[in-house]
């Protein structure tokens, strides 16, 4: 099992900025890719950015040029800046790990931008 936390979640004004953290802990073999989901209210999860292991990257439509995804593979640690935030970025993102074919979530932390 893998588990991840997120942290970094807050309130912000829109056109701020946040960055998100996510540490990965437990039985850590060799995670393919790790990434940042998200849910709106009331809406369906959606992809905000993935990271490789090899640090190839892929990001929505609805971020590109805004977030920024990063990783710490020897920390166990992903990373997502969000710069120009908008009200509609608002939602709880999740981090999200793939291991061997398994798919491992975060609770989620919360963001609010506020305009």
């Known amino acids: 099992q893998v588990q991840l936390v997120e942290s970094g979640g807050g309130l912000v004004q829109a056109g701020g900025s946040l960055r998100l953290s996510c540490a990965a802990s437990g039985s850590i073999i060799s995670i393919r890719s790790r990434g940042w989901y998200r849910q709106a209210p009331g809406k369906q999860l959606d992809l905000v950015a993935t990271i490789s292991r090899g640090g190839r990257t892929n990001y929505g439509d609805s971020v590109k040029g805004r977030f920024t995804i990063s990783s710490d593979n020897a920390k166990n640690m992903v990373y997502l800046q969000m710069n120009s935030l908008k009200p509609e970025d608002t939602g709880v993102y999740y981090c999200?790990?793939?291991?061997?074919?398994?798919?491992?979530w975060g609770k989620g932390v919360l963001v609010t931008v506020s305009s």
């Open positions: 999200w790990v793939e291991q061997d074919g398994r798919n491992y």
